[in-house]
């Protein structure tokens, strides 16, 4: 089993984590730009972030053969924050590198004007740079939260196609489907989406457009819970293949609209995984 793992905030994980989810199968990621529990009080720290995003958590990720890619963005939260804002000013810069393959994550965590403002304006920096965007549902309210979604992604011009709506759940899903967005979950332990109920979800909806990442954030998460949705999807009777479109394919086309994603020569370090047939090569 190979997997893409596309959305998963590496900062706030281990080495043990990525030997982990080497093991498993993971041969690339995608970390998105977020908050970092504690609230950022001036432009400079974001850059030091994004820099790391983009410098040395590839290095990490690459001692354990695994590929990553970021994206970047403000995020709905700290968009809050005015202390914050000039970050806007500050993306450019990171839009035009190699490694970052969307704008995201962008989107609603409270719904208020300022994010309102936040989440337009970057959906049109996804425009001018010809990048995918990865946005973000909130935990709270989610249904009209996605509906607003929805209605701000079709206003801003950017292809449905080229938008993945993430942290869905039963009650979202089909709205995103109909929209034409590109449709995430994100599978966690206890909360939020659960592999069983992913099954469900697929087996409802069917391959095309998912997404299927573990976050793996600051909260109790685990990485390799994209391995036990694979395994779920088997035990529930999908072929190899259908795993391979949700858990690699599919994270594949979906960045590769950046025209960034590089998977080449990816090492064999995955694929010594007992019992598993991962498949070489990629893009
Ligand atoms: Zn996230």
């Known amino acids: 089993m190979r997997i893409f793992d596309p959305h998963i905030h590496m900062t706030s994980r281990t080495t043990d984590d990525y030997r982990a989810m080497a093991a498993a199968g993971v041969r690339a990621v995608v970390e998105p730009a977020f908050w970092l529990g504690q609230p950022r009080t001036n432009p400079g720290s974001f850059a030091d972030y994004f820099d790391s995003l983009i410098g040395w958590e590839p290095y990490r990720a690459g001692q354990f053969g695994i590929r990553h890619h970021a994206t970047i963005a403000l995020n709905?939260?700290?968009?809050n924050d005015p202390r914050c804002r000039p970050v806007l000013d500050l993306l450019p810069r990171y839009l035009d590198k190699d490694g970052v393959v969307a704008v995201g994550e962008i989107g609603y965590d409270s719904m208020t004007p300022e994010e309102d403002e936040a989440f337009a304006a970057q959906l049109a920096l996804a425009v001018e740079y010809e990048l995918p965007a990865l946005v973000h549902t909130p935990h709270r309210d989610k249904a009209r939260g996605t509906e607003r979604t929805l209605a701000v992604v079709a206003e801003s011009g950017i292809g449905p196609g080229r938008v993945v709506v993430d942290h869905l759940n039963e009650v979202t899903v089909a709205a995103v489907h109909d929209a034409g967005c590109w449709m995430g979950f994100s599978i966690y332990p206890e909360t939020k989406m659960s592999p069983p109920r992913m099954?469900?979800?697929?087996?409802?909806?069917?391959?095309?457009?998912?997404?299927?990442?573990?976050?793996?954030?600051?909260?109790?998460s685990d990485p390799l819970l994209t391995r036990a949705t694979g395994e779920a999807m088997l035990a529930a009777g999908f072929s190899d293949d259908d795993v391979d479109k949700v858990l690699w394919r599919n994270p594949v086309e979906f960045y590769g609209q950046s025209g960034r994603?590089?998977?080449?020569?990816?090492?064999?370090?995955?694929?010594?995984?007992?019992?598993?047939?991962?498949?070489?090569?990629?893009?």
Do not use: C, Q, Y
């Open 261 to 283: 994603l590089d998977l080449s020569d990816l090492g064999p370090a995955a694929d010594t995984f007992e019992g598993s047939s991962i498949k070489r090569g990629g893009s």
């Open 199 to 220: 099954v469900e979800i697929l087996k409802e909806h069917g391959l095309d457009r998912m997404l299927v990442n573990s976050a793996a954030d600051w909260g109790h």
């Open 76 to 79: 709905p939260k700290e968009a």
